[in-house]
Nanobody
Framework: QVQLVESGGGSVQAGGSLTLSCQASGYIDSNYCKAWYRQAPGKQREGVASIDNDGGTNYADSVKGRFTISRDNAKNTLYLQMNSLEPEDTAMYYC??????????????????????WGQGTQVTVSS
């Protein structure tokens, strides 16, 4: 059984930084996608950043240049470094693993069902 546990969320002022971690227990296939999604109240879950089996990354336009996704396969850990945070970044952030490539969106598609495993989420709140 695979379990993903996020940590690192919190409350920061606009312009601040946070680094989220996702620690996995059980085997995670490095040949499949990993990603961070987020969901704000009243909104649907959206892809933030993803990393593929070759280490290639994709980002939502809204976070490009501010967020960085990385992985440590040996430690079974996924990271999301978030800089220059904005109030619009406020959301529950979820890590996802065992995702399949899609022809149009690779590892960061609009459908969360692309991923088989999800963490419980960690809250990020950015104040203005």
């Amino acid at each position: 059984q695979v379990q993903l546990v996020e940590s690192g969320g919190g409350s920061v002022q606009a312009g601040g930084s946070l680094t989220l971690s996702c620690q996995a227990s059980g085997y995670i296939d490095s040949n499949y996608c990993k990603a961070w999604y987020r969901q704000a109240p009243g909104k649907q879950r959206e892809g933030v950043a993803s990393i593929d089996n070759d280490g290639g990354t994709n980002y939502a336009d809204s976070v490009k240049g501010r967020f960085t996704i990385s992985r440590d396969n040996a430690k079974n850990t996924l990271y999301l470094q978030m800089n220059s945070l904005e109030p619009e970044d406020t959301a529950m952030y979820y890590c996802a693993a065992d995702g399949h490539y899609t022809s149009d969106y690779a590892c960061l598609g609009p459908d969360p069902n692309q991923y088989n495993y999800w963490g419980q989420g960690t809250q990020v709140t950015v104040s203005s």
